[in-house]
């Protein structure tokens, strides 16, 4: 299992902004669906190290986030994409994916050409020489997916990542999900509901930082059946779910 | 995964195979390894192999550390001070200096300042030991820049020895100060506010003004401050092992 989540909880002040998740996911593309202030965004950064819990046990890639060396091991095979991409303006895209793969720890030689079949990836090589203050929206989100997989993660954590993306790009984007999902775990935080559909394996739809369902794509359109509101089936399982975990 | 330079989901442009079953993906992507690479110039490959990081090599020369501006606002400052100091015959360098590397160390590291703060917080190079090189970079520079300033009234060494103990006490005030608050703001505060109740303290009663960078009594204690902030800013950086 490269997550393992038991109890965990996280609180700011006296908000519980994840309320004692339980979660294992090994090779796959799992998606992480709900409305906002459901504890996505808190619990995707407690997988990326970034946030510490407050409660409960964490395991990333059979090793222990608690302790230093661990941990950087760990960050080593992580790949992540933050809802809010920080980037330097100045940067270059080619100047920004291997600014991270230098702080990833990746072998020096290694590193040209990891950028290069990242950028590649995101279709951004007539691009790389640009500078980030020049990039559009879209861009510079598929900029931030190539940062995330430029190490071959092994456990990709991603935040919204098809904000900005045109239909297009979203259908490529999920056959890179797919790609990664063969040789490690992928955890996709979503409100785009075709995403999970299209390209993950297992959905979990979290609700007030508690987990209210976890199964397949199919597990949840069947809960919709005769009871959601939606126009497509999954949005229809997923709104019947959510009234149902409501109070 | 076929290359798709348009990201639109067709097959990329260019063929995945050519003559003789040559991987031309592979090759383009040596090509473009070697063209889009950064050369990291002769500073950068020093402090690679003193840091013996590549990463935090990079991290210290490209990132907001050293930002150009303020760099010449550091050498103006010290510049404008030796020219005071050896108008005056008062040690004004000596003075300046503390605060003024406070406000850089405080600068140079946080959420609020470095705009990839978050995910450099999930990458192996430790976000702790890029801070610590940085404010190990405000010193050396402030240093370089003391010695060159001391050099020029005839006094260097205990110049800048009374200079760079109590700069180090100040500097850690507002490192704790910004990473404990997550603001660089409070740590230039804390840093100006901890330097101007050293300096203007009791001394100002007696006259004696420089005496918060001239008497040694004052080390041990510039060096307890120091040691004390450095553990605030350790201990505030850190992820708890309750995770597990």
């Known amino acids: 299992m490269n997550v393992e989540?038991?109890?965990?909880?996280?609180?700011?002040?006296?908000?519980?902004?994840?309320?004692?998740?339980?979660?294992?996911?090994?090779?796959?593309?799992?998606?992480?669906?709900?409305?906002?202030?459901?504890?996505?965004?808190?619990?995707?950064?407690?997988?990326?190290?970034?946030?510490?819990?407050?409660?409960?046990?964490?395991?990333l890639l059979d090793r222990d986030p608690g302790s230093y060396g661990p941990r950087r091991e760990i960050r080593r095979r992580l790949g992540y994409l933050p809802q809010n991409l920080g980037y330097y303006p100045g940067f270059t895209v080619a100047e920004f994916i291997e600014y991270f793969a230098l702080l990833k720890d990746m072998p020096t030689g290694q590193v040209p050409r990891a950028v290069?079949?990242?950028?590649?990836?995101?279709?951004?090589?007539?691009?790389?020489?640009?500078?980030?203050?020049?990039?559009?929206?879209?861009m510079l989100r598929r900029v931030g997916i190539a940062q995330a997989i430029v190490n071959q993660p092994e456990l990709l954590l991603l935040d919204e990542p098809t904000a900005g993306l045109d239909p297009e790009q979203r259908v490529a984007f999920r056959a890179l999900l797919r790609e990664f999902g063969q040789r490690g775990t992928v955890i996709v935080s979503t409100h785009l509901v075709e995403d999970v559909a299209a390209a993950c394996s297992e959905v979990t739809l979290m609700n007030a930082g508690k987990i209210v369902f976890h199964g397949t794509p199919d597990d949840l359109i069947a809960q919709g059946e005769g009871h959601g509101v939606g126009d497509a089936p999954l949005e229809r399982g997923y709104s019947a779910v959510l009234a149902a975990a409501r109070p | 995964m076929t290359r798709d330079p348009d990201m639109t989901g067709r097959p990329g442009n260019r063929p995945g195979r050519g003559p003789d079953g040559i991987d031309l993906d592979r090759v383009w992507a040596g090509v473009a390894a070697e063209v889009w690479r950064r050369r990291p110039g002769p500073a950068e490959r020093l402090a690679g192999r003193l840091l013996r990081s590549p990463g935090l090599a990079r991290a210290l020369l490209t990132t907001p550390s050293l930002l150009l501006g303020w760099v010449l606002a550091t050498m103006a400052v010290l510049l404008a001070g030796v020219v005071v100091t050896l108008s005056t015959g008062t040690p004004w360098v000596a003075l300046i200096a503390p605060p003024l590397a406070a406000a850089g160390i405080a600068y140079a590291y946080g959420p609020g300042i470095d705009p990839a703060w978050e995910l450099s917080q999930s990458t192996a190079v430790s976000d702790r030991m890029v801070l610590l090189v940085r404010a190990l970079a405000v010193f050396g520079l402030n240093a370089i820049l003391g010695l060159v300033a001391s050099a020029a009234s005839g006094a260097v060494a205990a110049v800048t020895f009374g200079w760079l103990v109590p700069m180090t006490a100040v500097c850690a005030l507002a490192l704790a100060a910004a990473t404990v608050s997550r603001s660089a703001n409070v740590g230039v505060l804390a840093g100006l506010a901890g330097w101007l109740i050293i300096v203007l303290g009791d001394r100002v009663a007696a006259g004696q003004l420089t005496a918060a960078v001239t008497s040694t009594v004052l080390i041990l204690p510039y060096l307890a401050i120091a040691a004390g902030c450095v553990v605030i800013a350790m201990y505030a950086t850190r992820t708890p092992r309750g995770a597990s």
Do not use: Q, Y
């Not at chain 1, 965990?8 to 979660?23: M, Q, Y």
């Not at chain 1, 669906?33 to 808190?42: D, I, Q, R, V, Y």
């Open chain 1, 5 to 59: 989540i038991s109890e965990l909880t996280r609180r700011f002040g006296r908000t519980e902004a994840v309320a004692g998740v339980d979660l294992r996911a090994g090779a796959g593309v799992f998606g992480l669906l709900g409305p906002n202030g459901a504890g996505k965004t808190s619990l995707l950064r407690m997988m990326a190290t970034v946030l510490p819990p407050s409660s409960g046990t964490l395991r």
């Open chain 1, 116 to 138: 290069a079949t990242a950028i590649e990836h995101v279709g951004l090589g007539g691009k790389a020489r640009a500078k980030l203050r020049t990039l559009s929206g879209g």
